[in-house]
């Protein structure tokens, strides 16, 4: 788990707060990744970025605003939130998104619930 | 769209026992397919990776197969230990696309 790292580990916010997630990789790699992995569905991805720029946005509200300052670190700021939005939310790197051999490193997650 | 799914969704069995986790995928553009391991409340931890022009891929008890053509994939697991406990996850990444394709997991207890 030391390749990617995301803080915090869990977090509860009330709808109406302003929280943001962090997830910081040591890889070296070149792309990062938001997934949320909610309750009895599929590991979902929300963003993509590339060299610092994004590249996919999977429909996600915007309620998540997300930001990558560098390659190697990735924000996810939340605001008024909803209560179906708590989930596990995962962070990811590789060397090159869309490359053909490139191989996804995921970090531990930060577990939300929105009260 | 390409769809995964996994079946099945839970699994339980003593230990020592060899068995078979299944995952099926609709679209076989496919760069390659990747067999994760998901402890509770826990991130993901790649297991094997194999590309779409391999057929199978084998780590320690680990032996993961791939028939593009059927869209299906196999991880077989051989004298199973109850650190094996977990949830297991497969995914796909599509040919042109950055992202993976996750199925549901199954998940997976092996009683002492």
């Known amino acids: 788990e030391t390749g990617v790292t995301q803080t915090p580990r869990h977090l509860v916010m009330g709808m109406t707060n302003k929280k943001s997630l962090k997830c910081e990789q040591h890889?070296?790699?070149?792309?990062m990744y938001w997934y949320k992995q909610s309750a009895k569905k599929p590991l979902e991805l929300m963003f993509v970025?590339?060299?610092?720029?994004?590249?996919e946005n999977n429909s996600v509200p915007s309620r998540f605003s997300p930001e990558c300052p560098n390659s190697s670190h990735l924000f996810l700021h939340l605001h008024t939130l909803q209560p179906e939005d708590s989930a596990l939310y995962l962070c990811a790197s590789s060397q090159e998104a869309g490359a053909v051999s490139d191989t996804q490193y995921f970090g531990p997650g930060t577990r939300l619930t929105v009260l | 769209k390409q769809e995964v799914t996994q079946i099945p969704a839970a699994l339980s069995v003593p230990e020592g026992e060899n068995l078979v986790l299944n995952c099926s995928f609709t679209d076989s553009a496919i760069y390659n397919l990747q067999w994760f391991r998901q402890d509770p409340g826990k991130g993901l931890t790649s297991l094997l990776l194999?590309?779409?022009?391999?057929r199978e891929q084998t780590s320690g008890r680990l032996n993961a197969s791939l028939d593009k053509s059927s869209g299906r994939s196999t991880l077989y697991i051989a004298a199973s230990q109850p650190g094996d406990s977990a949830t297991y996850l497969c995914?796909?990444?599509?040919?042109?696309?950055?992202?993976?394709?996750f199925g549901q997991g199954t998940r997976l207890t092996i009683n002492p």
């Open positions: 995914a796909v990444r599509v040919q042109g696309a950055q992202k993976l394709v």
């Open positions: 194999i590309q779409s022009s391999q």
């Open positions: 890889l070296g790699h070149n792309a």
């Open positions: 970025y590339n060299f610092k720029e994004q590249t």
